[in-house]
Every structure is written in C-alpha cells, then in structure tokens.
C-alpha cells in the first residue's frame, strides 16, 4: 500500500502531505532524476524530518505511486468533468485525453530510472481501468465480472496505444486509433 494509515481528513496531515509531494516536484523540476532524490532531499525541502515523510510513505517509490496518480488525476478528471457524452462516445474522450497525457508525460520520463517505468505504467494503467470500468458500470448492463473483464481489455488497449503511439518517429493520427478500438468494442 503506497500510503500509510494516517488519518487523511486532518488538515495537517494534508498540508504535510501537500509540502511532501510539492517538494518532490520541486525536486523533479530542477531536472534531478528521481533515482538522485533521497528521503532526506524530499524531507529537508518539505521543511519536515524524515520520520514524518514514513508517517506518510512507505519509502520513495510510495511517494513517486502517489504523486503519477495525482498528477494523472489533476490532468484527467477536469477535461472528463466537462462532458456530457456517455457510452462509447465517453470512451472516446477518455481515449483522447489519456493519449494526451500519456505523450506529455513521456517528455518528463525520460528523468525517470528505467527501474521506475514498471511502476509508473502499473499506476497508469490502473487509473484508466478505473475510469473505464466507472463508464462501463454506468452505461452497459451485465454482471460485475464481465464488466471488469471488458474494462480490464479496454483499459489496457488504450494504455498500449497511447504508449506505443508516443514512442513513434511517426505518429499514427490519434482519431484513427481510438475509432479502430472503438470498431473493435462495439462488435462485442
């Protein structure tokens, strides 16, 4: 669990919280490599001693989970916020904006150790099963399971095509991707 059990709704606990993660960034922006960043830099930047950053995280690599997820949600759910669209159409949007984000993140990835991508694509990945899945549980009948299947195909079509697409010289056209994987949704 990349959090420890701190109880959340503290208004201090979230401003430790928020001067962690600021300072991490901080630490990120100055175009240090994540593998370069101690518990120690994180710590003193955030004006706190490292038994507070463990209050919090687990180590580093609980800290670097928490904050993908974060931006990917300060980045996502706003754009989503705005439409009104639901079925394959929300799909498409979601698609659209996770190729968005993926190809502005792959820019910053490259301060990442190679040891972090697993880590930084298991969050990725998750997060847009979990968006999926929420569309799917909202607008398709069926039971649990089969949605959490057919989410589970989704999610992972559409994080292998924003990341295969954002490695590319050539960069296949983002409408033609999401309408091919939106052929092959809507044939089952």
């Not at 959340?8 to 240090?32: G, I, W």
């Amino acid at each position: 669990m990349p959090i420890k059990k701190v109880n959340q709704y503290d208004p201090r606990v979230q401003r430790t919280h928020e001067l962690l993660m600021r300072s991490f960034e901080a630490l990120l922006s100055e175009k240090r490599a994540i593998a370069s960043i101690s518990v120690g830099d994180i710590a003193q930047r955030a004006t706190v001693n490292r038994a507070t950053f463990y209050a919090h995280f687990t180590n580093k690599e609980a800290l670097l989970h928490c904050w993908i997820k974060e931006k990917f949600q300060e980045f996502v759910l706003p754009k989503l916020a705005d439409q009104d669209q639901v079925g394959q159409t929300r799909l498409q949007v979601v698609a659209r904006v996770i190729f968005e984000f993926i190809a502005l993140v792959q820019s910053h990835r490259k301060r990442i150790n190679r040891s972090f991508d697993p880590l930084f694509d298991a969050v990725l990945q998750q997060e847009i099963y979990q968006l999926v899945l929420g569309i799917l549980q909202t607008t398709r009948k069926g039971q649990g399971r089969q949605q959490q299947r057919l989410a589970n195909m989704i999610s992972w079509t559409i994080f292998g095509a924003a990341m295969q697409r954002s490695g590319r010289a050539h960069k296949e056209n983002v409408e033609e991707v999401i309408e091919f994987i939106m052929n092959g949704l809507s044939q089952h």
